[in-house]
């Protein structure tokens, strides 16, 4: 049974910066093609929106929120996804979640994500 297992994230003061890391668990990122990575975020009381996505061979966008801040890249050696978030604003924090779908971009959005992970929590304040 394929997992994502998230870490990461933590307290941080605004302006600052996190790396959060997903790894997936029964699934080898280097030895499959066709599918996404994305990282999604909710907030208190929110729901739940996409961050950035990558597919298997590199292809990236983000949401226009993050864009010139956050930096989604894939590591298949390390078979781990990361997301870089840099200036870090109150607006970013919630819980950070990895998911995992068949297809390319066109399929990262957060009803058709196959896979999730259990969630990583981003708290910023000063």
Known sequence: QL??????GGL???GG????????SGFYLRDFSNYVLGWFRQ???????????????????????VKGRFTISIDKAKNTVYLQMNSLQPADAGTYYCALTPGGLDSCVSSGM???????????SS
């Open 114 to 124: 196959r896979y999730w992970g259990e969630g990583t929590l981003v708290t910023i």
């Open 43 to 65: 907030a208190p009381g929110k729901e739940r929106e996409g961050v950035s996505c990558i597919t298997n061979d590199g292809i990236t966008n983000s949401d226009d929120s």
């Open 17 to 24: 910066s996190l790396t959060l890391s997903c790894t997936p």
């Open 12 to 14: 941080v003061q605004p």
């Open 3 to 8: 997992q994502l297992v998230e870490s990461g």
